[in-house]
């Protein structure tokens, strides 16, 4: 009978040698890689432009454009500025290195406007770093 209650309770043991060997195996895969300093540097310079236009600084809002893309820039920094904004933020959810000195970074982009807008309304898009800008090396 003593025969028969330990062997009942091997395979609870080793299902549990089991689950603990593969808890220790998925603890190997979750380490976290560092964050990319780009993404930091990113988020730096939608910061200031963003303050920029809040500010309605356009040489501010200009400094982020490259250089082939600053009448549009200008254009849109116009546009914006009459605009009675409350809020404009962006926040850099990613980075990806798309070529020699380029990145795209994925960022969600907020605005409210005042009087109107209860909260910030966001939507994502992407962002490309100008060839040979250097932003992101």
Request: glycine share 12%; charged share 25%; hydrophobic share 45%.
């Amino acid at each position: 009978m003593a025969e028969q209650g330990w062997g009942a309770r091997r395979p609870a043991a080793a299902l549990l040698a089991l689950v603990l060997a593969l808890a220790a195996l998925v603890g190997c895969g979750t380490t976290a890689r560092p964050a990319d300093p780009a993404l930091r540097q990113v988020q730096a310079l939608l910061d200031r432009h963003a303050e920029a236009l809040l500010d309605r600084d356009e040489t501010g809002w200009l400094a982020a454009a490259a250089p082939a893309h600053r009448a549009a820039a200008r254009t849109e920094f116009r546009r914006l500025a009459r605009v009675p904004l409350a809020g404009w933020s962006y926040r850099v959810t990613g980075v990806d290195r798309t070529g020699e000195g380029r990145l795209t970074a994925r960022v969600e982009r907020g605005h409210r406007v005042a009087g109107y807008d209860a909260g910030p309304l966001e939507a994502g898009r992407s962002w490309t770093s100008p060839s040979g800008t250097g932003a992101g090396t």
